[in-house]
């Protein structure tokens, strides 16, 4: 027998009422809204309750990810009670996305108070949202002193340290990571990469020889290593590994361009320029351009020299190294502006272009 | 209490051990164990003399074991180590409550709010406390200001229906009653409160209605006894008399109940209507299909008001 809804009750005339009285096995005597009341009652109390009914937490959580954060505020007040820090983290969540920052970080202390460990790595986000990264971090060190293998946190702190500032001791974090998690093969390349970006060129290509020992296929890490080596002096050395790089994905244009400052620094001019022009077909980078110029600039090229440089000034304008570069080929600084021309050889000989002053992009390596 | 030597040697103690014993007083206090609670949380004072937390514990556990004066002192010692804490306010405003002390229960109330103008429990409480002070306007704007925030707060629409009551405003208070049981059939402060609405309006076919109603989710002698007179009032002696003996069951000291049961009996001498299937006799409603085809329609008519 199916239960007529709520609505139906509600909403039906009286010979209908009574039918359903009739039907459910009621009484169907008496005044119609009695008699509705009736019915009305049994269909609530029979209807079989729905599977899931959203509580208050539910409530309150959705309203958050919907984009209400005041309202959601207000239900996870609501739902406060003694000894459940759960809703002083959905509060702080609120907070956090109403844009109460130091309410979010006070809401997430309370729960760890209340004996919710994950309470600190919540305030960490908000201290950090709200600019304070070196609290950040002292919170998520809070949280390690309980959980001392946790990744996340591990991460987070590292990510926080690194954005205050200290960038020797997200690496140590970093690093610590690595050791716990050897399983994680990611963990490898970040802290590669943060040895390359803090200037550790030898411990950076360490590391991500690690990475590509867990991953053959991470070419991320491979280009990494090839601009770790070339920065550390191992220029074969790298000039091998981004090679390897180039096998697995031929277009990488941070490894064409670091395999070009690599082919320069040994002296082969026209591989470290055939890489060079294949790197700015794949990216339009002023980085790349530069070099390019610089190198054919050494290979007495200047017209090619110079349409590099005016590329770069296309990105770039006012861009210092190709505007020196320009005028060390004796072009007028108008002349950019009409790039088809091209300009006489200069009767000089350029001087050889020195290896230092190209850069392999670290930056695309990292990115 | 001997520290342990890690602890004596820093002169702090160990906040490990403070967050372990304060897990285990709220653990104790959770099982029902208030002993154990106490115990546990008379240690983290020990340790941490100006931790608020353990003073609002304190406060509960005192609460739940009935010694009211000693929970009140333990809220006012953790809302003097910490004076922004909603729990403290609270949990001092209802034990305030239970002793009777409204007006401070209000002034609880009042400070929590410039602290959380938002909390709808604050609101709710300080318009109940308001409403025991005899202040119906002042509760009703506490209601109001809840309702602004949860339009479908079925308590708070109930409780002003309660304060509209008092004040004698009893289509106001009927509306509240309809809204409070519309967003809330089985809500029993609601069916109560509609109950001592229709005792004053003198309707005593909806009293014993809704009466009904209302016993159906909690016995309270006072119902039985507002349903007695009801029944008296509609000439159903028996019935009367029955409703007059529960009220005298639940409360055998009641003596408006003794006089009901002795009215009813006296009744059942002279008259003693059966109304049989009919629960809504006494309230004819001319015109309404049901009321038409009713069988005690000519009954019904001589009582209904």
Redesign the interface.
Known sequence: MSLPSLAEVEHSDWPSLQRMCETLGLNPKGRSAIVRMRVADYVRHRAHAPSWRPAREHQAALLTRLGHPDLAERVWESTIQLEAPAPWVGLGHAQLAGGFLAEAAKSFARAAQMGDPSGELHRAEALAAGGDYRGAAVACEAYLATHARDLRALLMKSTFLARSGFEEEATKVLHAAAELHPEVALLQRTLGLALLRSGHHAAAADALQQAVHQDPKDVDADVGRGAALLLAGRTREAIGVLREALEIDSKRADALNNLGVAYLAMGRTKSASVNLERAAKHRESPRILLNLGRVMEGANEPAEAVRAYDQVLKLRPKDPEAVAGRKRLGVPTKSRRSPQKRTAKSPKKAARTVPRKTAPSVEASSS | MTLPPETTGRFLPSVDRL?NT??AA?RA??HGDLEGALREDDVAIQLKPEYD?AW??RG?IFRKDGNIPGAIEAFAQALKINGET??GWLGLASALHEVGRFQEEGEAYDRLLKI?P????AWIDKGAALHELGDYRGAIACYDKVLG??PEHAAAWSNKGAALLRLGDDAGAARCMDEALHLD??FYDAMANRVLLYRKMKRPGETV?WADRALRFREAPWLWYVKGAAHLGLRESTLAMKAFEHALALDPKSKEARAGLRKAKTLHETTDFYRG????FG???VG????E???IRARCREVTT
Request: glycine share 2%; charged share 35%.
């Open positions: 967050e304060m897990r709220r206090f959770d937390a609002l514990l509960h909603q729990e959380h938002r909390s709808i429990e925030m949860r059939p089985d209605l299937v009919y629960e809504c309230t004819l409603l309404d299909p049901g009321c085809e009713c069988e």
